[in-house]
């Protein structure tokens, strides 16, 4: 399909759910709770301001300096957030109304809402409820998305791993998404929090900006003071892909971090050595030249069965990895759904949305990102620095 094609797709798709889901709530909120004349047109005019607000934030996000963006950018980001809660605790309270009216069909009774007095106040009540228990939520989930990333320990057996390297650590960051939303002195608590583990390798897998180089330079540069015995990693996500991949790929090895464009190196002494290889990110194909996975090519010359360890940023790589016999697969780009309803509607789109999983004989983890991305809310996930202890076979 043609870029401007998807990309027209897109915008359409965007367009009507702003519109819609601002619609439907504008009617939920407002026009079915009967709210007099003047709150209707205040209600009315306040629906369209937030609407028009989202796609005003993207643009601005572009354009606006990382220190006055978090300012600018928090209240729509925040209505973004709210406005999904509170889509599905409306939605959740007219399919109970539903329901009643199909039970109410299938035995032939009363409708207890047919009464058009009774009907407004359930309305009333359920937008009154609705609203309130998404604030809430909101808030807690701003609460939750603002506490320093939690380190998430976990031990993994890999095969043919040299007793020599048994012991091994990686510490896993992926999706700080840097920019609108996390700024510098963030990523200078992670940086501090990544380097008091002492990894032995520091992996990034993806999702690492959300703008360009000469907007975020000064944002990215902690990122030079990551400390690992055997280097720092990283592979494209798919937001590098919107912020100027090539650029990216330029600057970042000035702060010592080296990318894996399909391909891979040998970490170890030279007679105990781990294959750490990494993919491009899964959509990155047509979006820079000679971009996109290619599991074949980062493997190509490994010679042997060497313990491997592959970085991707999607989860959709555990299929082709496993086929390919690596052992272990550290992958983000999912936040682990982030904060609900999102967690499950995640799975419509990966194998594995969190945590860590076996597939076929490799290791998957999934982290739920060490930053967030858009709505600066979490709930139900975490944000983390994953450290993993390797150990060779007993």
């Known amino acids: 399909m043609a870029r401007w094609l ?5 915008l359409l798709a965007v367009t009507l759910f702003v519109g819609g889901s601002h619609f439907y709530v504008w009617r939920r909120l407002v026009h079915d709770t009967g709210l007099p004349g003047p709150w ?49 605790l409306l939605g959740l309270a007219d399919l109970a109304r539903f329901g009643s009216w199909v039970w109410a069909k299938a035995a032939r009774s009363a409708w207890w809402l047919a009464d058009p007095a009774r009907r407004l106040l359930w309305f009333r009540w359920s937008a009154m409820a609705a609203t309130g228990v998404a604030l809430v939520a909101a808030l807690a989930g701003l609460y939750f998305a603002r506490r320093p990333p939690a380190v998430v320990r976990h031990e993994v ?57 000469e907007t975020l330079r000064e944002v990215v540069e902690p990122l030079g003071a990551l400390r690992a015995k055997y280097g720092v990693y990283f592979v494209t996500g798919n937001h590098e ?36 290889a990494g993919v491009d990110d ?10 996109g996975p290619d599991l074949a090519a980062a493997l190509r010359g490994v010679a042997g069965h060497p313990p491997i360890v592959l970085l991707a940023h999607q989860p959709k790589a ?13 992958a983000g780009h999912t936040n682990g759904g982030q904060f609900w309803p999102w967690v499950p509607m995640v799975h419509l789109q990966q194998p594995y949305v969190g ?3 076996r597939h076929a004989g490799t290791w998957l983890y999934v ?11 979490r709930l139900g996930t975490t944000g983390q620095i994953a450290l993993f202890t390797l150990r060779a076979p007993r």
């Open 157 to 213: 057996e890999l095969p043919n791993l040299p007793r020599a390297l048994d012991g091994l650590t990686i510490a896993h960051l992926s999706d700080l998404h840097l920019g609108p939303t996390l700024g510098r002195e963030w990523l200078e608590d992670v940086v501090r929090r990544t380097n008091e583990l002492r990894p032995d390798i520091v992996a990034i897998t993806g999702d690492l900006v959300d703008g360009d180089v």
């Open 355 to 357: 945590g860590l999983h």
């Open 40 to 88: 209707r047109h205040v209600g009315q005019w306040a629906a369209i301001g937030l609407a028009l607000m989202l796609p005003a934030s993207f643009l601005l996000s572009r354009t606006l300096a990382p220190e006055f963006s978090r300012w600018v950018l928090f209240l729509p980001y925040f209505w973004m957030g709210l406005l999904v809660l509170l889509l599905f």
């Open 241 to 276: 892909y919107y912020s100027g991949v090539e650029a990216w790929l330029a600057y970042l090895p000035a702060l010592g971090i080296r990318i894996l464009h399909n391909e891979h190196v040998p970490v170890g002494p030279d007679d105990a050595r781990l294959v750490l």
């Open 367 to 377: 982290t739920d990102g060490t930053g967030f991305w858009g709505p600066p809310l």
């Open 6 to 10: 998807q990309f027209g797709l897109f």
């Open 282 to 291: 899964h959509s990155s194909r047509g979006f820079a030249a000679g971009h």
């Open 318 to 330: 555990i299929f082709e990895a496993s086929a390919r016999g690596v052992g272990l697969v550290l």
